[in-house]
Each structure stands twice: as C-alpha cells, then as structure tokens.
C-alpha cells in the first residue's frame, strides 16, 4: 500500500474531511489533496 493510500484511508477512518485533517496538520486542504492525488489517478487508470 502506498503512502497516498495510507493517508486516505487513515483519513476516511478517523471520519476526518481533507479539510479537517489539513486544520489538523496546520496544512491547507489543498496539500492533503496533493497527498491523496496519487490514489485518485490510480484508481482512474484502472477505470
């Protein structure tokens, strides 16, 4: 498992939204999302 997916899915577990996890952090949820985006364009060319 990646480290993208593990961030997403320890995210989705804790019931966190991105922007949630970024207040967190002390990150913008735009970073989470750059963090996640690997998983998205995986999950896609599998499409």
């Known amino acids: 498992m990646k480290l993208s ?3 997403a899915l320890a995210r989705k577990q804790a019931g966190l939204s991105q922007e949630q996890l970024g207040e967190k952090l002390v990150v913008s949820r735009q970073a989470v999302s750059k963090w996640e ?3 998205r364009q995986i999950q896609t060319s599998l499409m």
């Open 37 to 39: 985006s690997v998983v």
């Open 5 to 7: 997916e593990r961030i």
